[in-house]
């Protein structure tokens, strides 16, 4: 049996989920006999592949770079999964949707900062005027709250996937987390 | 026998998702249904508080009624049929928790109640993995001008127990809700800062009964204030005693 395509990405997050992902520790080994992680930050490929089982998406999308991405990814994904709060609820990244990208780029690069304060303007991604859920952007195929969903409820969810299921996150996991 | 004619009258029968279950004539669904260990939602009710039924939780479906009626204030009546988990309010339950938590900043992994939050566990034991309506991410203002407590209004979520509590319990009524609709928000006197408030006893009641961490100490990070609620019954219980 060929093994199932897994991805994950990291968008607007502080790479908590990666971390809580790798939190499953000796589990890695066992789900690693049945799937193959073809794009993520974690291996070497740079770019998504044509065709890919299961993406899990840490982060908001928050950029312009973001955006394009999560297009990309998900018209080459079968089971898109937002994986944690930032992806279904934009959570700490969409604290600063009550202003404007204008005022967030001066309070980060000229207000907070103490030598030649200036704002990038290029390399760095043009933020979108809000950070939102992945969800308003993309279809999602599965929920997964937590702010990082314990390795516990990854494992879960990627299991339950593996068995046929549609893993049933209401009481496994919370936003907060 | 007077008595016991006087008990019967004043006691109710009715259903609940089919169970028979009795309650007295003072007492609301919300009560009996407790007390029949029927989960029924909300976030506005407070045990020790008068009811205010302005979270909309609890509505539930009455038989004859072509309205929804909150649980909350409605009083049990004899033969009444009460549905409290159909698709109808499972749906309008989660639509209303959506739209709380649409309408505010509620950011749960950076808030002082991470883990001891009502909206949270409850958003978590309705199936609320995620929020289908368009956030608004309103700009609300923080008042950290009291010396021992801090407002932080994109947590609130106008459940007015703090208003209550100050207003029926601590006789103080620093607390009252300015504005209409989506401008509306809790104020401290006349909208001063909570600081210079001259009526403010800081008995630290309203935030005790905050259900989220609008109301929060100072001094606690995330997820290390929870609320101490028990104190609120026994305070309503000993007075309503000593006024007899």
Redesign the interface.
């Known amino acids: 049996m060929s093994k199932v395509r897994l991805a994950t990405v990291w968008l607007d997050g502080c790479s908590g989920c990666h971390m809580s992902f790798l939190d499953m520790d000796e589990r890695l080994v066992e789900l690693a006999e049945q799937v193959e992680v073809v794009y993520s930050p974690l291996v070497d490929p740079k770019r998504f592949p044509e065709s890919v089982d299961v993406t899990l998406v840490e982060g908001a999308v928050s950029s312009v770079e973001d955006m394009e991405k999560i297009r990309h990814i998900r018209a080459r994904t079968k089971i898109l999964i937002?994986l944690g709060?930032c992806a279904?609820?934009?959570?700490?990244p969409?604290?600063r949707?009550?202003?404007s990208v204008d005022d967030v780029m001066r309070r980060a690069y000229n207000e907070n900062a103490t030598l030649q304060p200036q704002t990038p303007n290029q390399v760095v991604p043009a933020l979108l005027a809000?950070a939102r859920?992945v969800?308003?952007v993309v279809k999602?195929d599965v929920?997964?709250?937590g702010?990082p969903p314990s390795a516990d409820t990854i494992y879960y969810v990627l299991t339950e996937l593996l068995q046929g299921r549609t893993p049933d996150?209401?009481?496994k996991?919370?936003?907060?987390? | 026998m007077k008595d016991r004619q006087q008990v019967l009258s004043r006691t109710k029968t009715l259903k609940i998702d089919g169970h028979d279950v009795s309650g007295r004539e003072d007492e609301t669904i919300l009560d009996v249904a407790r007390e029949n260990g029927i989960f029924i939602p909300t976030l506005c009710q407070l045990d020790g508080l008068s009811a205010h039924g302005g979270c909309r939780l609890c509505l539930v479906e009455v038989k004859g009624s072509s309205k929804l009626l909150p649980a909350c204030v409605t009083h049990v009546a004899e033969g009444m049929e009460v549905v409290t988990n159909s698709e109808r309010l499972i749906e309008y339950r989660r639509m209303i928790m959506e739209l709380i938590f649409s309408e505010g900043n509620h950011v749960c992994a950076v808030c002082v109640v991470n883990g001891h939050c009502e909206l949270q566990s409850l958003a978590q034991r309705i199936g609320m993995t995620h929020v289908t309506v368009p956030y608004l991410y309103p700009r609300r203002v923080v008042d950290a001008s009291h010396e021992r407590y801090a407002l932080d209004r994109n947590r609130c979520i106008l459940c007015t127990r703090c208003v209550r509590v100050c207003d029926e319990i601590e006789g103080a009524h620093t607390w009252d809700v300015s504005g209409r609709g989506i401008e509306a928000r809790i104020v401290t006197d006349l909208n001063q800062p909570w600081g210079q408030s001259e009526t403010c006893t800081s008995c630290g009641k309203c935030v005790n009964v905050c259900p989220t961490g609008a109301l929060f100490e100072k001094g606690k990070a995330v997820a290390e204030m929870s609320k101490k609620r028990a104190f609120l019954p026994y305070l309503t219980l000993m007075r309503e005693k000593r006024s007899k």
Do not use: E, I, Q, W
């Open positions: 937002a709060d279904v609820t934009a959570n700490v969409a604290m949707n009550p202003y809000k859920p969800h308003t999602v929920y997964v709250p702010c996150l209401t009481d996991s919370r936003f907060g987390a």
